[in-house]
């Protein structure tokens, strides 16, 4: 291949690579503007007949109902600007809440009849709320002031605390001031006695306890202590059954796969049931049979997120697709569907390799140095690693996270450029060879 060639293909792949990576910092498109497919949380009814579900019709997100195998999907709310997600149910069956977002991204407080009709807000829009739970006589919620929303760590004092209001919307309280960062999962006991939760205590996502009577936070003392970190969890209170998302043995260190754990409380016994090398997301678990349905989230970690309902048996980990007759598209997204293709993350690493495959070849080619573009791409690599520490301590440690992950994932690709050049220099020595 002639030089020339090589570094015009290097000079229009560097184009591509940097107008991808400008894309996904500069545009503040929402990624589910015209979006078709499954929100990212399901519940099941107490006699496991329905399974509720937020999702998306070219961007606008309903309340969905459909039978555990799948058939007779009914839409159940029918929001104009609003988005309407996270369903939850009362403990008698009766009651349908969910979230509603607008277009200033706060999500409020609803509450329906199970059917969605006679909808009626509880909360306010000077509250943002995060999770839900019915109990007998009241609800309670996640929330926090609606003005901290989007804000990173540091830049405001106030956070995530739990929130109670009754059934009709009146008495709403604040039971906690902790101002949390995060405070995600929020899960009841069955006597209504304790509100389970996670927070990151700075190392690792860990469940609490908040003891409803006495008014006091700790640590789930069910949560078996060698669980190390977790995300996505259900606790079956009554069959003493725990189960979990954890990032599993087989991830590689580019991008982490989280898999669904099954803990048995009563024998201690942990086995994993997935390997779906994806991301396991809202596991909930049978009330009458040992399943656990989830959402598979199929092309972790790309936006807008794409998910498989599926359900997993706890004994013989047999995996099942529930296939679902949920309303198309009735748009052309093709523009901004390919925009997404293209800016993707899987997308930016395949550019990337091959920009420094193409250096290495016009690189050797001129100078002979095969192993050069690899080993900056590697130094390279390492210092961005490094700084995002700094940056974790000294600003925003999500920033901080989110930087390490781009470094890690500069590794593969240098290793790849190594390798070609590696390779490179075998197949001219044996060129050399044969002229000799």
């Known amino acids: 291949m002639k030089q020339k060639t090589v570094l015009y293909a290097s000079l229009i792949c560097l184009v591509l690579l940097a107008a991808s990576i400008a894309y996904n910092f500069l545009n503040e498109e929402d990624p589910y503007l015209g979006f078709t497919g499954l929100g990212n949380t399901i519940t099941l009814s107490n006699d496991d007949r329905y399974v509720y579900f937020s999702y998306f019709q070219d961007g606008k997100e309903s309340i969905y109902r459909a039978n555990t195998d799948g058939s007779e999907v009914e839409q ?19 009651k349908l809440l969910y979230l509603s977002e607008n277009s200033d991204r706060i999500q409020s407080l609803y509450i329906a009849d199970l059917n969605g009709e006679s909808p009626k807000k509880l909360t306010d829009d000077t509250i943002h709320v995060e999770e839900v739970v019915f109990s007998e006589n009241e609800i309670y919620f996640v929330g926090m002031p609606a003005e901290a929303v989007g804000k990173a760590e540091g830049e405001t004092k106030e956070g995530f605390d739990l929130h109670s209001v009754d059934l009709d919307g009146e008495n709403e309280r604040k039971l906690t001031d902790q101002d949390h960062f995060t405070m995600n999962h929020l899960a009841i006991s069955t006597d209504g006695s304790e509100l389970y939760y996670t927070l990151f205590n700075g190392n690792s996502d860990k469940i609490y306890a908040y003891h409803v009577e006495d008014k006091r936070e700790s640590r789930a003392d069910w949560v078996p202590t060698e669980v190390g970190s977790l995300y996505d969890w259900d606790y079956d209170e009554e069959n003493q059954a725990f189960a979990y998302t954890d990032v599993s043995e087989e991830s590689d260190s580019s991008l982490f796969k989280y898999e669904l754990y099954y803990r048995d409380l009563n024998e201690d016994k942990t086995k994993q049931l997935t390997t779906l090398e994806s991301s396991v997301v809202s596991p909930n678990f049978f009330h009458q049979s040992d399943k656990i349905a989830f959402l598979d989230y199929t092309n972790w970690s790309d936006h807008p997120e794409k ?12 995996i099942k697709n529930v296939t679902m007759d949920l309303p198309e598209s009735a748009k052309s997204h093709w523009l901004r569907e390919a925009l997404n293709i293209f800016t993707s993350s899987t997308a930016i690493a395949i550019l990337y390799t091959v920009l420094l495959c193409l250096i290495t070849l016009y690189s050797y080619n001129k100078s002979g140095k095969q192993y050069r573009t690899g080993l900056i791409s590697l130094l390279l690599a390492v210092a961005v690693f490094i700084s995002s520490f700094i940056i974790a301590m000294l600003t925003n440690p999500w920033v901080g996270i989110a930087i390490s992950i781009v470094a890690i994932g ?16 075998k197949f001219s020595k044996k060129q050399k060879g044969r002229l000799l």
């Not at 996270?86 to 008698?92: C, D, I, Q, R, T």
């Not at 998910?307 to 047999?318: A, R, S």
């Not at 500069?410 to 390798?419: C, D, E, H, R, Y």
């Open 76 to 94: 159940l709310t029918y929001p104009d600007e609003e988005r309407h997600r996270k369903p939850a149910l009362s403990p008698n069956g009766e």
């Open 307 to 318: 998910y498989q309902l599926k359900t997993v048996d706890i004994d013989t980990k047999e």
């Open 410 to 425: 500069m590794v593969p690709s240098s290793l790849i450029a190594l390798i070609v050049g590696f390779l490179m220099g």
